[in-house]
Each structure stands twice: as C-alpha cells, then as structure tokens.
C-alpha cells in the first residue's frame, strides 16, 4: 500500500551545517581579518594623534611626498598616500577577487537559494544607506551629492575586529553571514567605483591592459605560479588600467577572477584558496593598515567642530551608516525570510542579527577610498567625509557591542556545543552527526 501523506518540505535554511574543512578554511580568514581589523585600527589612531600634534605638517609632508616623479608618462608619478589607495589597496581588491571568484564557485554564493539572504541583505544594506545620504543632503540645498555612495560599504575587517572583541564565543553561521553579506558588499562597490567614480576615461590603456590580464589568466590556468612571470604581469596591468581613468583597484579584481578555484586532480587545493591563503596576511596586515593611516589622518586644529557635526555632507554619512545600514540589512532579510523559505538557522535569533546589522555600518576602507574619489584627495569635503566615516563608524561599533555583547552568554553556550570532541578524533562531534 502507498504511503499517501503529504510531506512537509523543510525550510531552506542559508545558514546550514558546514563541512568540517570549509569550517576550518573560514576559521583561518577570520583569524588574519580579525588581526587585520586590530593593525587597521591602530593605523587609523596613529594617524589621527599625529595628524592634531605639533608635528601634524611632518604627517601631510609624508603623504604628499612623490616617490617616483619620473613615472608621469604612465601616470605614476603619485604621492606616497595615493600609492597607498591606488597601489596598496589593488592587493586588498585582489584578494576580494579571489573571494568572490571561490563563493561563487564554490562558496555559498553558487547556488541561488543560499546567497539569496546575504545577497539580498547586501542590496538592502546598499540602498537605505544611499536613500539616507540623498534625503539628508538634499534638504541642506543638495551640496555634496556626489558622495552618495560613501556610506554603502561595510569594511569587514574593521568589522570582525570588533565582533572579535565584544564576544568571546560566537556561532559560526553569524560570522558566516556577515562574510557572505560583506564579500558581497564589496562586489557592488567595485561596481559603483568603476560605473559612476571613473573620471577622464581613456579605452586605449583600458583595451590593452587585456593582454597582460590574458596572460595572466593563461598562465594561472595552467597553475603556473611563476612570480617573476605573474607579478610583473599584474604589475603592467595594473598601470595601464591606472592610465584609462579607472580605479586601478578594479585590476585587482580582475586578476583575482581569473584564478582556478576547483582543486586539482592531484587532489591539492584550488589555486584561488592557495593565493588567498598567501595573499590575506598582506593584504590584512600591511595594505589596509598603511591605508588607513594615509587616509585616516583627520586634523582638528582650528576647525569649527560645530560646523562639521552640522554639515550636511557629515550628518549624510553618519546616518548612512548607523540608520541606513541598520534598517536595510535587517529589514532586507526579515523581508525575504518572512515571504520566501528562506530563513536563518536555528541557533541565531533576531536579535542576533539586529547585532550584526549595526556593525555593517562600520565603514572604513572603500568609504575613505570613495570619498576621496568623489571630493578629490585632500579637499574641505573630504576631510569631513572622513571625519564622519571615523564617527558614523565608532557610533555603529558602539550600539553593536551593546547588542552583541548581552548574546555573550549565548554564543558561549553554541560555541561549546559545536566544539566538543567526544571521541578525541579531532573533528568536532557536530560535524560527524549527520553522517553518524
């Protein structure tokens, strides 16, 4: 007789039980982001407290000293602070191309349902920011709309530092999420930085940057790792996409994409995995920090501070940040969980990630970089925008902690259960459960 009784299928969860190495690969980039965040922070510091000393001109003497004044012909001849946004933050954007290339391939991103919430939290997360940014400016007259997009970005590594230190135990599937949300993130914000910040574009420089990305991508095709052949091919790419007018970082990008990710019949991991795994420390530890503190340095000596925290450009960003990201990262995927069969996993809560969406409004890297893109380097409006960054930015930080600090106990609670190693095999219990 044929059993007849409906079946109830289950929910799609996003958030579901990881294998035991994809865990452990996400354990390691948390690891060097979170240190990254620390380094981050402290260059941002450094630079604010040189920045308002008695030795604040030897600081903007650092950054605007030209250390190769006979590469104009490439457009090269930069200041050591533009070498640090354009050269330094190519590596950064090179390991964000190898991230998405592996999520997308292999990640959570390769099949649609999974990246439906983080994708759809990141769009969200986007949009309010920006709607905020242009109401607030457009009441004060619509001085400054040209930075819409500042308050769009979530800089993860500043973000994890923060998740690190405000929770001693922390479910895996929350810093998951806010990977997934940020790898994301970051993909529209290259696309936002080449679509609508390119000025004085110029397609021959654009066109011929191809054939070194070509070779390149021939050559890591066949996992030829040569670094006297790939470096200085990325190096050529880089300059010439420099030269068409666009944002030299999306050259990262562009590497970044062309990289296997796939394993390879030998068994060994994917290319993409093993340059990221050599890469992040770079770029965590030595580009975003150097960054941060050529970009960070924010001189409040004889400034109004009453005209700056009035400032509709200022009050855009702040609100951006703290309101805007909040309500769109949350509202977005309360939204598609309340009218899909998508929902998050068991173990986190609502209020879980009402947490974490206030600390996506923690916005360093690419909304420094996008301002100074939009008010030029240097300028009055750039200098309030990374004023506001720096506040909008410690504000969301603080509510987070808040937040996330009381589910302390909890993720405790999580953290020891999905630890545990019964049999002393070395691979949690939690992960052979399934499978038992």
């Excluded at 001849?77 to 391939?105: H, N, P, Q, T, Y």
């Excluded at 030595?286 to 924010?298: E, M, N, Q």
């Excluded at 005209?307 to 309360?334: E, W």
């Excluded at 930015?393 to 603080?398: D, E, F, G, P, W």
Aim: proline share 5%; net charge neutral; aromatic share 10%.
């Amino acid at each position: 007789m044929t059993d007849r009784t409906p079946r109830t299928r289950r929910p799609y969860r996003f958030l579901s039980r990881r294998s035991w190495p994809e865990a452990r690969f996400l354990a390691d980039v948390l690891r060097t982001e979170t240190v990254g965040g620390g380094l981050l922070l402290l260059g941002a510091v450094v630079a604010l407290l040189w920045a308002n000393s008695p030795w604040r001109s030897a600081y903007a003497g650092l950054g605007d000293w030209v250390p190769f004044p006979a590469g104009h012909a490439l457009h090269l001849d930069l200041s050591l602070a533009a070498w640090a946004a354009d050269g330094l933050l190519a590596i950064f954007f090179f390991v964000v191309g190898l991230e998405l290339k592996r999520e997308f391939v292999a990640g959570d991103l390769r099949d649609p349902r999974r990246a439906a919430l983080p994708v759809v939290a990141a769009m969200g997360g986007m949009l309010l920011p920006a709607l905020c940014y242009v109401a607030v400016t457009l009441s004060a007259g619509g001085a400054g709309l040209r930075g819409w997009a500042i308050p769009t970005a979530t800089d993860i590594a500043f973000a994890l530092a923060v998740l690190a230190v405000v929770s001693s135990h922390l479910p895996q599937g929350l810093r998951a999420f806010l990977l997934t949300l940020a790898v994301v993130d970051d993909l529209f914000a290259i696309i936002i930085i080449a679509v609508f910040y390119t000025a004085d574009f110029h397609a021959l420089p654009l066109l011929a940057a191809l054939l070194p990305i070509a070779a390149f991508a021939l050559l890591v095709q066949r996992r030829r790792t040569w670094w006297w052949a790939l470096l200085p091919l990325a190096g050529l790419a880089w300059a010439l996409v420099h030269a068409s007018g666009v944002h030299a970082t999306v050259a990262g990008v562009l590497l970044g994409f062309t990289v296997p990710v796939l394993p390879s019949r030998a068994g060994r991991p994917g290319l993409a995995e093993r340059l990221e795994h050599r890469w992040r420390p770079v770029s965590a530890g030595l580009a975003v920090p150097i960054f941060a503190f050529f970009a960070a340095g924010v001189s409040l000596v004889d400034v109004d501070l009453g005209g700056v925290l009035t400032d509709p450009v200022v009050l855009g960003v702040v609100a951006g940040l703290v309101l805007g990201k909040t309500v769109g990262v949350f509202s977005s995927t309360f939204l598609l969980a309340r009218f899909t069969r998508a929902e998050l996993d068991e173990e986190i809560t609502w209020a879980d990630l009402f947490g974490l969406a206030l600390l996506a409004g923690i916005g360093f890297t690419v909304s420094l970089l996008i301002g100074e893109l939009a008010f030029g380097a240097g300028s009055a409006e750039d200098d309030r925008v990374k004023a506001a960054v720096l506040l909008g930015s410690l504000v969301a930080a603080l509510l987070a902690s808040l937040v996330l600090g009381r589910r302390n106990r909890v993720y405790r609670r999580i953290s020891e259960r999905e630890s545990r190693d019964s049999d002393g095999d070395g691979v949690p219990d939690v992960y052979q459960e399934e499978t038992a």
